[in-house]
Each structure stands twice: as structure tokens, then as C-alpha cells.
């Protein structure tokens, strides 16, 4: 069941992701990649993560696509625009390098096999195993992770305050 | 059959590719960042992937830093893509190829 949910959901989300990266106006962009993120969210739970399953619903797929809407939604608003690189050799790096990487991981995949994964506790990925990691092993690098969106923040309002400047 | 830890390597590497050509051959700034969004959801299933082969949850703790670097990454490079806009009146990455104060 969990390998089934987990195929589907997948080959969804990488359908979608195409579509987000084809796709020529920005709305079209975000609508696919929200369906992408979406399409995630099973994944997770197929990988015992209900934890970063909902995390990734709410912040990921929720606040942040929200934002990438109404930015593409202001941006559109003049009509599609021409999209294409100037550059054939950027075009042609872009494509040739993820092959690149996508040959470098397919070694170790077809090595490696499928191998089954071992067993795990009951309460794995709970929200109690989680503040436990927080609070305890990953403490320091939660606080960094507070002070960098606490600098994001104030970047953001920075930019904004600065252009509105006469 | 179960999930084994080369299938979430499959798909991370499916997807961090994807997000690569795009972030690679498009200069809307929006979909480039959009892009960028989809390699750290890549590295995300691969993380989540290793935690469970390894029974381990240090790579969930990982995920989730990871969705906060997405999250802050957006904010700042959606206020530039609306400083862009605003100074330009589109979203093309060439107008970023002087970068005056």
C-alpha cells in the first residue's frame, strides 16, 4: 500500500513539476508546482513523516505557494512574456548539466538496489520525537534557523522601505 | 513491496533535476524560484528517504530547516522580483545585470 501510494503520488508530482518548469505564464507555473507540493505530501506519510507531512502542507504548499500566487498573478496581469534565453550555450548547459547529475545518482541507484528499510519504533515521526530532536540534539541549529528568518524578515521589510524612498 | 531508500533517491534526483533545467533555462524570475523551490523539495524526499532506511529522525529535523530556508529564500526573493517589476515593469533576470543601489 505505502509503495503504491508513494509510486503514484511520486510520478504525479514529477508530472507536475514538468509542467510547472514548461509552463510559459507564471500563474500556470504556480498552479502546477502547488499540485507538485501537494502531491508530496502522501509521499511523506508513505515515508513515515507525518510530522514534516503536515509541515510541508501548511508552510510549503499553503503559505509560501500562497505568496508565489499573488506575485504571479500581478505579474501576468500584462500578458505572457518571451520567456526563452537569449544564449543557446546557457540553454544547452541547463539541459546538459541535471543529465549530468541524473547519471551521477543513477550509479549508486542501480548498486545500492531496493533494499527494504529496517524497522522502526512505534512512535517514529511523532510530533513528541520531534520537540524531543529540537530540544535537545538540534537545539543550536533550531535557534539558527530563528535567526535567519528573523534576518529574512527584516531584509524583506528593508527592500520595500528603501524603494518606497522618493 | 516496500519503499526503499533507492526509490527516494529516484525521485529526489527526478525532481532536483527538474527544478535544475528550470532554474537553469528560464529567466523569469518567478519560475526560476519557483525552481529552486522544487530542488530543496528534492533534497527533502531524499533526507526523508535516508531517516527512514536508517531508523533514524535527524533527517526529518533536516527536512524541516530546509522548508524554513525555502521559506525565507521566497520572501526575500519575492521582495526582489517586486522591487524588479516595480523598477522595470517585468520579470526578466536581465534587468538585474546592473546592480546599482
Not at chain 2, 525532481?15 to 526560476?32: C, D, E, M
Not at chain 2, 535516508?50 to 533536516?62: F, I, K, L, V
Amino acid at each position: 500500500m505505502q509503495f503504491t501510494v508513494f509510486l503514484l503520488f511520486g510520478a504525479l508530482a514529477v508530472a507536475f513539476a514538468l509542467g510547472a518548469v514548461a509552463a510559459r505564464r507564471a500563474v500556470r507555473s504556480v498552479a502546477c508546482m502547488i499540485a507538485a507540493l501537494a502531491c508530496l505530501v502522501p509521499v511523506h506519510l508513505a515515508l513515515a513523516a507525518p510530522f514534516v507531512a503536515i509541515a510541508h502542507l501548511f508552510v510549503v504548499t499553503g503559505a509560501t505557494m500562497a505568496l508565489f500566487l499573488f506575485a504571479g498573478e500581478a505579474f501576468d496581469a500584462g500578458g505572457p512574456e518571451d520567456d526563452r534565453l537569449g544564449m543557446n550555450a546557457n540553454r544547452l548547459a541547463g539541459m546538459a548539466l541535471p543529465l549530468l547529475f541524473l547519471g551521477m545518482v543513477a550509479a549508486p541507484f542501480f548498486a545500492a538496489g531496493a533494499a527494504p528499510p529496517g524497522p522502526v519504533d512505534a512512535d517514529y515521526g511523532s510530533v513528541r520525537r520531534m520537540g524531543d530532536l529540537f530540544l535537545t540534539r538540534h537545539l543550536v541549529s533550531f535557534e539558527a534557523v530563528a535567526l535567519l528568518l528573523t534576518v529574512a524578515m527584516t531584509a524583506v521589510v528593508a527592500f520595500i522601505r528603501k524603494e518606497d524612498k522618493p | 513491496m516496500t519503499v526503499g531508500l533507492s526509490h527516494c533517491l529516484a525521485l529526489s534526483a527526478l525532481l532536483f533535476a527538474i527544478g535544475a533545467v528550470g532554474a537553469l533555462t528560464r529567466r523569469n524570475i518567478l519560475v526560476v524560484l519557483l525552481s529552486i523551490e522544487l530542488m530543496l523539495n528534492g533534497a527533502n524526499v531524499a533526507l526523508l528517504g535516508a531517516a527512514r532506511h536508517h531508523g533514524g529522525m535527524d533527517g526529518h529535523a533536516a527536512a524541516l530547516f530546509v522548508m524554513a530556508l525555502a521559506a525565507a529564500e521566497a520572501a526575500v526573493g519575492l521582495a526582489l522580483a517586486v522591487l524588479l517589476y516595480r523598477r522595470s515593469g517585468h520579470t526578466a533576470l536581465d534587468a538585474f545585470r546592473l546592480l546599482k543601489g
